[in-house]
């Protein structure tokens, strides 16, 4: 099974759009929060498969998500944590890194997928995966000042229990498998 995990699109629908595609095969889709704007579940919609999301710091208008989500018979809200198995692997969601890192040292989950931090990150904790995708925004907040940043998903692979990251091409608007 492959899990697409993005986070923190905050209202960015032109690197949503690039990332969607590439992920169309995937058999769910997981969003570690931070929608923004509640036009951003239409685009989420499009995608064909389960999609799980959780809420994060800046998704303000819950009424509205939550209204526009119930278009969508795939569109799952969970709040601000999401535990389910996909093929016998165990998985947490949640938005915050700093609560989702706790959690990882548990040894309940396999995995671990988070955000807040617009900050890639596919490490380990002992024998759990930790996944922070990124940012599909494609900025962060540090030093007071807004900076660019790479554009970034991932996508978990259950058989394999691994995960890589995908960074986005503003210029040629492609998709290519991250290299640090």
């Not at 949640?94 to 995995?111: C, G, I, Q, T």
Request: net charge negative; hydrophobic share 40%.
């Amino acid at each position: 099974m492959r899990l697409a995990v993005i986070s923190d699109i905050h209202d960015n629908l032109w690197n949503l759009s690039l990332a969607l595609m590439a992920v169309h095969d995937c058999d769910a889709l997981i969003c570690c929060g931070d929608l923004c704007s509640p036009f951003v579940i239409d685009e989420l919609g499009r995608f064909e498969r389960d999609i799980h999301v959780v809420f994060g710091n800046n998704d303000a208008d819950l009424y509205r998500i939550t209204t526009r989500a119930l278009k969508y018979k795939n569109c799952q809200l969970h709040g601000e944590l999401f535990e389910s198995v996909f093929d016998e692997r165990r998985v947490l969601v949640n938005h915050f890194d700093y609560l989702a890192r706790p959690m990882s040292k548990s040894r309940d989950y396999d995995v671990v997928c988070f955000g807040h931090n617009h900050e890639l990150e596919i490490s380990h904790e002992g024998d759990c995966l930790l996944i922070n995708p990124g940012p599909i925004m494609g900025a962060k907040f540090s030093s007071g000042r807004w900076e660019d940043v790479a554009a970034t998903f991932a996508i978990y692979h259950t058989a394999s229990h691994s995960a890589k990251a995908f960074i986005i091409d503003r210029v040629t608007k492609s998709v290519n498998e991250w290299r640090s």
